[in-house]
């Protein structure tokens, strides 16, 4: 079967896709919810809660391009199922456990089994979706992260507040265990050219031999994560402890901001299509996640009641960028490179999130929250230049 053949299974191929994407959010950014009870239940600084939240994510790192590696070689439904039941399995060992240190060991390997779902999905959508729809499908595919972290903001606050840490890291044990029997059930491998026939035409070989086009990639992507983690790691932890906000107001209103979120990835991949073009796109998106996250720092300094209406903005914008870089790299990379690129990606990704937990845990109880959003600016304003001028065209 072919990308001509699938016809409107390819829809619900995305739709599993867009579950076990999710499910990883839950474990990956969902752990960031119990900072709050973290800090004030167990007794741990929001530095170490910090750096207990950034446990999954550091995981991460060591494993994503040997998902990805896995996948070009043995097919995304596999690296899918295997890396979701992994982080089932040690999440629901997390919720168990009662020691700190092996909470935090058990979460790393939650993490590194969970973000098989970052490359294995990605190069799902590029093989079945035809070059004109691709901006579009990466895009839905790309919401599921923040619809994720909507979910778990809704429920692991709660969960935490009324029931205990325990009943709050089932919540994503459940939802990789789902996703990872789903995609055994209905993820189907997309069709690539023979082995001998890829050797023959060079595609085997590394798109990073004679190009620089995908290092730059990876680098703006490496800044563009770190205002968006500022926000998702800390935003509700500035609502609660900055704004007066309770935990079932504060969640909803981050709940509020991770659609909106999810919806700004579907339009900037629409948006990609539209102009034949990932990269422009993404370079005009950096400069607003620039204002938006300077906006942030001015009116929380000033303690503005529109800081709250332009943190749902800065939710949307620092999001927008990662499918449109995604699309981009799995287009350069091809079909026998696009795993394990979409692996580098998201590890020079997860290590700058990983930091973002701790060090800005740290900064923020050093010089508060306005000061920590203002640096958090800076980032993408080094990421804009960073992102290569030639065009990409999607329908090559």
């Known amino acids: 079967m072919d990308a001509g053949d699938i016809g409107a299974r390819r829809w619900l191929i995305l739709t599993v896709g867009v579950l076990a994407q999710a499910a990883q959010a839950t474990v990956v950014n969902g752990v960031a919810f119990l900072i709050p009870s973290l ?43 295997a890396g979701l039941g992994l982080a089932s399995a040690a999440t629901a060992a997390a919720a168990l456990t009662t020691s700190i240190p092996a909470l935090g060991i058990l ?43 909507a979910a778990g903001a809704l429920v692991i606050p709660q969960l935490a507040t009324n029931h205990g840490i325990a009943w709050a890291l089932a919540f994503p044990a459940l939802a990789c265990g789902t996703a990872a029997l789903a995609c055994v059930l209905g993820i189907l491998d997309p069709p690539r050219p023979d082995r001998a026939e890829a050797k023959s035409t060079g595609m085997l070989g590394s798109p990073y031999r004679n190009s620089w086009t995908l290092a730059r990639i990876h680098a703006a992507s490496i800044l563009l994560v770190v205002p968006q983690y500022v926000v998702w790691t800390y935003s509700l932890v500035w609502l609660i402890t900055d704004r007066g906000w309770d935990e079932t107001g504060a969640g909803l209103l981050i709940t509020v901001a991770q659609v909106l979120a999810a919806l700004g990835r ?85 290590v700058a999130a990983a930091a ?41």
């Open 266 to 350: 579907v339009a900037a991949g629409s948006w990609s299509d539209r102009v034949g073009s990932r990269l422009w796109p993404l370079r005009i998106v950096a400069v607003s996640v620039v204002v938006s996250m300077a906006a942030l720092a001015v009116s929380s300094l000033f303690d503005s009641p529109v800081a709250i209406v332009i943190l749902l903005v800065a939710s949307v914008l620092t999001s927008a960028p990662n499918g449109l870089a995604f699309t981009a790299v799995a287009e350069i990379a091809g079909p026998y490179w696009g795993g394990r690129a979409l692996g580098i990606q998201n590890t020079g990704q997860f």
């Open 39 to 81: 800090h004030t239940e167990a007794g741990l600084s929001l530095a170490q809660a910090g750096t207990l939240a950034g446990a999954p994510l550091f995981g991460g790192v060591f494993t994503l391009v040997v998902w990805g590696a896995i996948s070009d070689r043995f097919g995304e439904r596999l690296a899918l199922a």
């Open 107 to 149: 979460l790393v390997l939650a993490g590194a089994g969970a973000v098989s779902a970052n490359a294995a999905s990605g190069r799902v959508v590029v093989g079945w979706f035809a070059p004109a729809q691709r901006g579009l499908a990466m895009g839905i595919r790309q919401m599921s992260v923040p619809l994720g972290v």
């Open 356 to 396: 973002v937990g701790p060090a800005f845990g740290a900064l923020i109880a050093a010089v508060g929250f306005p000061i920590a959003f203002a640096i958090a600016a800076m980032a993408p304003a080094a990421a804009a230049p960073v992102v290569p001028q030639v065009p990409v065209d999607p329908k090559k």
